[in-house]
């Protein structure tokens, strides 16, 4: 079993950036794709971004493209999504998951493992 542990988020203006970090304990990290996910209150959990276990693959949301980059340090067992030009719309809590087979997992189901999440607000 992993442990998920998020931090990084907060308050911010919208345009602005913020970079969430996901450290990892337990078994071997470096095997399985890893991903973000976002909730929004009343709203179900959506797919942010995914990364393959070897940094190679990435895929995102089409909400999030070209503003955010998932990346990984397989060595310091380390998980992080920057994220620019931030919009109210991003406002959110923000999930790391692990353990997918696949580099462009998408459902939450396809994820084994989650972290306890981190609060995104965005002010206009």
């Known amino acids: 079993q992993v442990r998920l542990v998020e931090s990084g988020g907060g308050l911010v203006q919208a345009g602005g950036s913020l970079r969430l970090s996901c450290s990892a304990s337990?078994?071997?990290?470096?095997?399985?794709?890893m991903g973000w996910f976002r909730q929004a209150p009343g709203k179900e959990r959506e797919f942010v971004a995914s990364?393959?276990?070897?940094?190679?693959?990435?895929y995102y949301a089409d909400s999030v493209k070209g503003r955010f980059t998932i990346s990984r340090d397989n060595a310091k067992n380390m998980l992080f999504l920057q994220m620019s030009v931030l919009k109210t719309e991003d406002t959110a809590v923000y999930y790391c998951?692990?353990?997918?087979?696949?580099?462009?997992?998408?459902?939450?189901?396809?994820?084994?493992?989650w972290g306890q999440g981190t609060q995104v607000t965005v002010s206009s």
């Open positions: 998951a692990d353990g997918a087979a696949s580099a462009s997992a998408t459902s939450p189901n396809a994820y084994t493992n």
């Open positions: 337990g078994r071997t990290f470096n095997w399985y794709t």
């Open positions: 990364i393959a276990w070897s940094g190679g693959g990435t």
